[in-house]
T-cell receptor, first 116, second 111 residues
Framework: EPEVTQTPSHQVTQMGQEVILRCVPI?????FYWYRQILGQKVEFLVS????????KSEIFDDQFSVERPDGSNFTLKIRSTKLEDSAMYFC??????????????FGPGTRLTVL | GENVEQHPSTLSVQEGDSAVIKCTYS??????FPWYKQELGKRPQLIID?????GEKKDQRIAVTLNKTAKHFSLHITETQPEDSAVYFC??????????FGTGTSLTVIP
């Protein structure tokens, strides 16, 4: 069964550094997402991406964040200047088309980001 | 954005008993409601979902019910087993493709 993959599984960085988290969505999916989960808390929506552009973003997704689909397979999340509070698990998700309904999202295994 | 409330935050049941977790949502246009199970350190895994054109869906020991009028949906797990112990999240879409998650329910099944 196809899966969403993410790299790296764990990223440690110094405060103020830039990080890029990578995701490979399921190949025939059209909608891509990034979520954040701070340890012990709920999953929080960051951004959705469709047709090569951001379709929605949350208040968390400020100017420090950007997303890109640099080729036909990868979907990246960049944090320009990391802060301590960016430490979290970041999940990528994707889904296809539900025939008029919002559809099942499949999550990647996550990247644990630790900002020191 | 969507306001998704989930209750209870923690739930302990004896093995073999049933567990029920409830969520309410605010966007009346929401048309799809998934439930995810998340084990410690792992990704959320979809366990069951329901579209707004039905009121109930079952998959073995798991069922989801939806009340569109009241804007709430519930997860029902029957004959609980220790391996059902995990955190369960509901989610609801807003504006079509933003997903907002509930705050999670930590379920413990006591053998």
């Amino acid at each position: 069964e196809p899966e969403v993959t993410q790299t790296p599984s764990h990223q440690v960085t110094q405060m103020g550094q830039e990080v890029i988290l990578r995701c490979v969505p399921i190949s025939n999916h059209l909608y891509f997402y990034w979520y954040r989960q701070i340890l012990g808390q709920k999953v929080e929506f960051l951004v959705s991406f469709y047709n090569n552009e951001i379709s929605e973003k949350s208040e968390i997704f400020d100017d420090q964040f950007s997303v890109e689909r640099p080729d036909g397979s990868n979907f990246t999340l960049k944090i320009r200047s990391t802060k301590l509070e960016d430490s979290a698990m970041y999940f990528c998700a994707s889904y296809g088309y539900g025939g008029g309904f919002t559809d099942t999202q499949y999550f990647g295994p996550g990247t644990r980001l630790t900002v020191l | 954005g969507e306001n998704v409330e989930q209750h209870p935050s923690t739930l302990s049941v004896q093995e073999g008993d049933s567990a029920v977790i409830k969520c309410t949502y605010s966007d009346s246009a929401s048309n799809y409601f998934p439930w995810y199970k998340q084990e410690l350190g792992k990704r959320p895994q979809l366990i069951i979902d329901i579209r707004s054109n039905v009121g109930e869906k079952k998959d073995q020991r798991i069922a989801v019910t939806l009340n569109k009028t009241a804007k709430h949906f519930s997860l029902h797990i029957t004959e609980t087993q220790p391996e059902d112990s995990a955190v369960y999240f509901c989610a609801a879409p807003w504006a079509g493709n933003q997903f907002y998650f509930g705050t999670g329910t930590s379920l413990t099944v006591i053998p």
